[in-house]
């Protein structure tokens, strides 16, 4: 009986496929607050960016709280993560691209809680590559044992891009 359980468990183990951890190291002297923050922008966003794969839908998922409150001018509020998701299928997978606009990410520690991160971005339309939108944004990344995740966002000011 034990071993038909432990085998049963096993086959079940393997058949679900785990969401990926974010990063849950605290930054090194050789990885600054910064650094870490500039690294998880660029993931987040690399898989933003590819979202019309479901699993990179599903990577992208893995860097927001359950409970991520997402303030959009344009867009509105989203309460959590499975409607924001839900969003960025709808609207921005196979159709656009987020780009950082190099040397405006600004990063801020918080003390007991993590970071926050502002900087402006533009948005690229994957079928012409034409880059015509900029918006600011401002994200709190909390630190947790689990690793780092992002629990609010503030994307505003969208307009033509300079």
Not at 22 to 47: K, N
Request: glycine share 8%.
């Amino acid at each position: 009986m034990r071993t038909m359980l432990f085998m049963t468990t096993l086959a079940l183990g393997a058949c679900l496929t785990p969401l990926p951890q974010a990063h849950a190291e605290t930054p090194t002297d050789a990885e600054t607050l910064q650094d870490t923050i500039a690294r998880l922008d660029t993931e987040v966003f690399g898989a933003f960016n590819a979202c019309a794969d479901p699993a990179q839908l599903q990577r992208h998922a893995m860097f927001f709280a359950r409970d991520v409150e997402f303030y959009h001018d344009n867009g509105g509020v989203t309460w959590n993560r499975r409607t924001m998701l839900a969003n960025t299928q709808r609207h921005v997978c196979g159709r656009f691209r987020r780009e950082l606009i190099p040397g405006t990410l600004e990063v801020f520690p918080i003390k007991g809680f993590g970071a926050l991160a502002k900087g402006s971005h533009r948005f690229c339309q994957l079928d012409s590559g034409q880059c015509d939108g900029r918006a600011e944004f401002d994200m709190l990344w909390q630190q947790t044992r689990d690793g780092w995740r992002i629990t609010r966002v503030l994307s505003y000011g969208h307009r033509a891009d300079e």
